[in-house]
């Protein structure tokens, strides 16, 4: 079945310092992925997504390229603030799985001042 | 922005109690789904519904029940909270439009505490 892998947490990064968070997956159809955040005391939300090969979502300075040839999909900043620091998801849903959301595992950023 | 409300945000019971966790949305959304985010952060899902009267159990086995009467709520309960019920519960739903359907729209969860 379809599933979605991070990178395992806490990443711990300086204010200013470039962030990547890697995610892989697996589909058997062409899914569209996400990123979700999650603030603390808070539930979920949309950060970026994209829904074919090659597009890039883009959203409040992050960005994720959706890569087909190596099923990745990893989220980047170039320089990270403290208002950063949550729990990251990466996601996939799949017109062949009737649209269900698999989630990875999630990953924690702090950021230091 | 979205519109989905869960109350309460935070509950502490006894065990054996019966509750009920509501989660609402203004946004005439079709699909809403129930979440359990245990500590690690994780999420499983634990029931689903596609519209008015369908309810679906999820990945997660659960003794949860759910239903869905109307677009706008569903709810979610336990018949006799134990312990292993604590939990983070999150609601979500999302649109029918087919450029927008796969994308899901959170509450802010409930934190339910069982003793």
């Known amino acids: 079945g379809d599933s979605v892998t991070q990178m395992e947490g806490p990443v711990t990064l300086s204010e200013e310092a470039f962030l990547t968070i890697n995610c892989t997956y697996t589909a058997t159809g062409y899914p569209s992925l996400f990123w979700y955040v999650q603030y603390p005391g808070e539930g979920l939300q949309l950060l970026l997504k994209a829904t074919k090969a090659d597009d890039k979502g883009s959203n409040k300075g992050f960005e994720a390229t959706y890569r087909k040839e190596t099923t990745s999909f990893h989220l980047e900043k170039g320089s990270v603030q403290v208002s950063d620091s949550a729990v990251y998801f990466c996601?996939?849903?799949?017109?062949?799985?009737?649209?269900?959301?698999?989630f990875g595992a999630g990953t924690r950023l702090f950021v230091k001042a | 922005e979205a519109d989905i409300y869960q109350t309460p945000r935070y509950l502490v019971i006894g065990t054996g109690k019966k509750i009920t966790l509501e989660c609402s949305q203004t946004?005439?959304?079709?699909?809403m789904y129930w979440y359990q985010q245990d500590p690690g952060m994780e999420l499983h899902l634990i029931h689903y519904s596609y519209g008015v009267n369908s309810t679906e159990k999820g990945d997660l086995s659960s003794e949860s029940t759910v239903s869905r009467i109307r677009t706008e709520h569903f709810p979610l309960t336990l018949e006799s909270a134990r312990p292993s019920h604590t939990s983070q519960y999150l609601c979500?739903?999302?649109?029918?439009?087919?450029?927008?359907?796969?994308?899901?729209?959170f509450g802010p969860g409930t934190r339910l505490t069982v003793l």
């Open positions: 996601a996939l849903s799949d017109r062949a799985g009737g649209f269900k959301t698999i």
């Open positions: 979500a739903s999302s649109p029918r439009e087919l450029a927008d359907t796969d994308t899901q729209y």
């Open positions: 946004m005439g959304h079709d699909k």
